[in-house]
């Protein structure tokens, strides 16, 4: 299958990530080559038009050539199939192009707005040979911003009007912007969404009317220029937030956490000891009604 996909083959590739998904993760991964690749972000509310300015995006980069991959995470069901199916619409126009994959990974109950897979399916991605990856993230509040952790840079979608940089900005999207985009600029309010956010943020601000393909490659160009002034430090702290992300998702699988719980909640417990033996993968919480670890 690795080779198959390395040569071309979508369905290869597909199948490869369903693995990554599942419990052969490791071992699919022991089977790679770590190699670099690229990595841009999209997150923002829902109806800013994240995956129809990601599907302008890509064909953009399809023209210089690239390789090009979207996984899309989906907040529903691993089951559903719902938002693949959403993008694959808004996609129409890379469905059939061998050179672009377009996946739905589910967040599988991960807090942070991606999928726990995610990380492992970007090293299967530059594996496989691909240029660019481009994750669409669900966006829609204060957990969303984990995409930061992967991504450089990420890009924050809005659209004109209605409060959406005031929700933004409280919703913490404008703290792990690089860019922001107000998208469907030809609506009315575009200019003051444009002030509220220089009013809120120092980042760069893009305007576009991505279904259109306005304003795309003045967005590109800021893609690729935030991506040449990435630093040593900066990939550090992404890694750093992504090691803490995936450390968190496994505590909250972890099979002491339901009794540790219970002892807190009965008083055997203090939620400080709990945490330091839930960290620290703890044996067996001691039998009887006794109070469990020190105040």
Do not use: G, T, V
């Given at each position: 299958m690795i080779h198959a996909a390395r040569g071309g083959s979508v369905r290869a590739a597909g199948r490869l990530l369903t693995l990554i998904e599942g419990d052969r993760r490791d071992e699919v991964l022991g089977l790679l080559e770590v190699a670099p690749i690229r990595v841009v972000g999209f997150t923002g509310p829902p109806g800013a038009g994240k995956s129809t300015t990601i599907a302008a995006v890509v064909t953009a980069y399809r023209s210089q050539g690239l390789r090009v991959a979207v996984l899309a995470v989906d907040p529903s069901s691993p089951y559903s199939g719902g938002a693949l199916l959403g993008d694959r619409i808004r996609m129409a126009a890379h469905i059939d192009d061998p050179q672009v994959l377009i996946r739905s990974m589910a967040t599988r109950g991960h807090l942070g707005g991606l999928s726990a897979a995610v990380p492992a399916a970007i090293r299967l991605l530059g594996a496989l040979s691909y240029d660019l990856v481009v994750i669409e993230s669900v966006g829609v509040g204060q957990s969303e911003i984990e995409i930061a952790a992967v991504a450089d840079p990420t890009v924050v979608v809005l659209t004109p009007g209605a409060g959406d940089a005031v929700q933004a900005a409280k919703a913490g999207l404008l703290e792990v912007a690089d860019l922001l985009v107000v998208n469907k600029a030809d609506r009315p309010g575009a200019d003051q969404t444009v002030r509220e956010l220089r009013a809120e943020s120092e980042v760069p601000i893009l305007t576009a009317v991505a279904a259109e393909g306005t304003g795309i490659p003045d967005l590109v160009t800021a893609i690729d220029d935030h991506h040449r002034a990435d630093t040593a430090?900066?990939?550090?702290?992404?890694?750093?937030?992504?090691?803490?992300?995936?450390?968190?998702?496994?505590l909250r699988a972890h099979p002491q956490l339901e009794t540790l719980a219970a002892a807190v909640a009965t008083g055997r417990c203090d939620p400080y000891t709990a945490a330091q033996r839930l960290a620290s993968d703890a044996a067996e919480l001691p039998a009887g009604d006794g109070e469990v670890g020190g105040r």
């Open positions: 430090e900066r990939r550090a702290a992404r890694a750093r937030s992504q090691i803490l992300s995936l450390a968190y998702s496994r």
